[in-house]
């Protein structure tokens, strides 16, 4: 049995168009745009919602419009009775993705969603207000058995989940780097778990189904577990010349580099690490981490030229600088992400087509069969 050549080409579907979507341009010579809009532009003048409003009605909303969308996803923060006791039910050490892909699965019993999608939008207002709160809720209760509540101020998803995770009011900066982090993972196209969901809800699942498939498919390293990774690289060293050196030997040993490379995106890079660098730079407060991962892009640039650094190497830095513990870096790519999954699920059940390819066979030719006392 070998592999043949086409499936090698196509290994991991690399190259293959798999389907039409008017949500986001990425690596196609036209930056990275949701609906049209540059994200350069959406992650200097936006909230994070207006963003989430327009992945999901694919329009800008109004003043009016964000206050009223606002003001939904506020009133969807709270977690059930029975929300909060499968919580506190999962111990400590547990990967907070596995926590949150569960409150989804269980979300999607406790308030399933009609049989016809017709509660699609309020399932996606749900879900944009409660990650947050799940999140926060398991951290504060499995560190210190703190059950907090869901009252804020804060009128921001980013201010929210940082007030509540950290347990006191947070920065403006910190705020603002959150939105603009959150618009940044906000949409990518057919990525992973994007298409994971794609497939769940192409086979007319539910989207609390299609959601829980996605965060399972986020996890990985070499998707969103990439950022949790991307840290584990920058704060293995102490120093500058010890990062030069230590990188050099990675090279050496054929070691893959968390946050560089991209499947999509060609020499150019990333577009999305140019504006959460600046944010890195701006919360570090010269901090070593940042000259650290400065001369660890240095020596990729020197020696990988094809590899520039993805949106989760400087995101990882920015989100220690505001004190966030580094297993939930990939929970807020879920807060953020979940917009984009819905909106590609919403895409997928309105010209419906059950996602199903084929494989190339590569097994044994048709044997005879052997009874089992006569094997
Ligand atoms: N460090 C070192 N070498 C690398 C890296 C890297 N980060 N990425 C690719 N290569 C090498 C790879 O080993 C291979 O070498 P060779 O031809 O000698 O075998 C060559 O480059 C081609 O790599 P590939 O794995 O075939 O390329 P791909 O398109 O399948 O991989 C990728 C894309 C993102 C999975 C990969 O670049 C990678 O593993 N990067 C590190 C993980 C990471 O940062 N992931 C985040 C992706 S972007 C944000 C997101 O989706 O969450």
Same mark, same amino acid.
Do not use: C, M, Q, W
């Given at each position: 049995m070998s592999i043949s050549e086409a499936t090698k080409k196509q290994g991991?579907? $690399?190259? &293959? &168009? $798999?389907g039409e979507s008017a949500i986001c341009t990425c690596g196609? @010579? *036209?930056g990275l745009n949701y609906y049209g809009y540059a994200i350069e532009d959406l992650a200097e003048h936006c909230e994070f919602e207006e963003v989430a409003y327009l992945l999901q009605y694919a329009k800008l909303p109004n003043a009016n419009e964000l206050k009223e969308y606002k003001s939904k996803i506020i009133a969807s923060r709270p977690l059930s009775v029975e929300l909060k006791a499968m919580l506190k039910l999962i111990p400590k050490g547990v990967h907070p993705m596995n926590v949150c892909q569960s409150a989804v699965a269980l979300l999607g019993t406790l308030e399933a969603e009609k049989d016809d999608f017709s509660d699609q939008d309020e399932k996606i207002i749900r879900l944009l207000g409660v990650l947050p709160s799940v999140i926060c809720f398991w951290h504060n209760y499995i560190n210190g058995g703190k059950e907090i =509540?869901?009252?804020?101020?804060? =009128?921001t998803i980013a201010g929210y989940f940082l007030e509540k995770l950290h347990q006191k009011t947070p920065p403006a900066e910190f705020v603002k780097a959150m939105h603009c982090s959150l618009i940044l993972y906000a949409e990518h196209e057919f990525n992973a778990s994007t298409f994971t969901a794609r497939i769940c809800a192409s086979t007319k699942s539910d989207i609390f189904s299609a959601v829980a498939g996605a965060i399972g498919a986020l996890r990985g390293p070499l998707h969103g577990g990439a950022n949790e990774a991307a840290f584990g690289l920058i704060s293995s060293f102490d120093n500058v010349e010890d990062a030069i050196a230590g990188v050099n030997d990675k090279l050496a040993n054929k070691e893959l580099l968390m946050g560089f490379g991209h499947?999509?995106? %060609?020499? @150019? %890079?990333?577009?999305?690490n140019a504006v959460i660098k600046k944010w890195s730079k701006a919360l570090? *407060? =010269?901090?070593?981490l940042f000259a650290i991962s400065e001369a660890i892009e240095n020596v990729m640039k020197e020696k990988?030229?094809?590899l520039p650094p993805n949106a989760d190497f400087y995101s990882a830095s920015a989100y220690h600088f505001m004190g966030?513990?580094?297993?939930y870096f990939t929970p807020i790519f879920i807060m953020s992400r979940v917009s984009g999954w819905c909106a590609h699920i919403k895409e997928q059940r309105a010209n419906?087509?059950?996602?199903r390819p084929s494989s190339n066979y590569i097994g044994p030719e048709p044997m005879k069969f052997i009874q089992i006392h006569q094997r």
């Open positions: 991991g579907l $690399a190259g &293959v &168009v $798999a196609t @010579g *036209n =509540d869901f009252e804020s101020k804060e =009128d499947r999509v995106y %060609g020499l @150019g %890079g990333d577009p999305r570090s *407060n =010269d901090h070593k990988r030229p094809s966030i513990p580094t297993e419906n087509k059950l996602i």
